[in-house]
């Protein structure tokens, strides 16, 4: 990655200064979030996460520790629809450690009218020694109070803010978006203005993580820098199938 420490903490500056801009109408903590089924599509097309059925990205992440982990995300041609009405795209998320399973999850997206892509719950499945060990962060929009979040604006401005999900005391991460001009240098490639997010998640108050997402490609790299520092990196992505 080209941007260094140093541009890290100039765009913290730069971003602070306008964290009071307005989050565009973009759900924020706990809120309702009332939404019309008629006014979402499978079809995602933000340009900053496009999820177009056959299409994979494999990441490698790496803790402190040294251990390697390899991350495939897929998004399905299958649908589902969700508690709250919404008919969501279903998109498949595997992590393997040594070739063993360490974690399954069915993720479920819709993109509304202006073009957010909203998330709207998941189905994880956390694996020791190949075996099902626990379903912690599981949700569903719509049911036992948990409400879906956003997780990428389709208009992306310094300053926004807003909740990827919500389930009380289970899955509240919140991000911001702090920078549209980054560079990033990862096993896949070379991309320039990048958006840069701030994610934390108040279930987990030490923990800082930024993520940068690339026009026409989607999550290229995030990086831990509180509470861990693990780093997930894109190897490669495109259709398959």
Do not use: C
Not at 49 to 54: A, E, S, V
Not at 70 to 88: E, H, L, Q, S, Y
Not at 109 to 123: F, I, P
Not at 179 to 199: F, K, N, Q, W
């Amino acid at each position: 990655m080209r941007t260094q420490t140093y541009a890290l903490a100039a765009v913290v500056l730069v971003a602070t200064a306008g964290a009071a801009a307005a989050g565009g109408g973009l759900p924020r903590g706990g809120d309702r979030a009332t939404l019309d089924p008629k006014d979402f599509t499978t079809r995602i097309d933000n340009p900053y996460w496009p999820m177009r059925p056959g299409t994979r990205w494999v990441y490698r992440e790496t803790s402190p520790d040294g251990t390697v982990q390899r991350v495939v995300v897929r998004v399905t041609d299958r649908t589902k629809r969700i508690a709250n009405g919404v008919v969501a795209r279903v998109v498949r998320d595997t992590v393997t450690e040594n070739g063993m399973l360490v974690e399954d999850t069915w993720d479920w997206y819709a993109q509304d009218r202006a073009g957010n892509v909203w998330y709207l719950g998941e189905l994880t499945k956390a694996y020791e020694n190949g075996k099902p060990v626990g379903t912690e962060g599981s949700f569903e929009a719509g049911v036992d109070g948990a409400q879906a979040g956003v997780v990428m604006p389709a208009r992306p401005a310094v300053g926004m803010r807003y909740r990827q999900e919500h389930y009380a005391g289970e899955a509240e991460d919140r991000a911001s978006i702090f920078s549209l001009r980054e560079r990033v240098e990862v096993p896949a490639g070379y991309y320039r203005d990048v958006v840069m997010t701030r994610d934390v998640n108040p279930l987990e108050p030490r923990v800082l993580e930024y993520k940068f997402y690339a026009r026409g490609v989607g999550p290229v790299l995030a990086i831990g820098v509180s509470g861990g520092a693990d780093r997930e990196e894109l190897v490669r992505s495109g259709r398959v199938g």
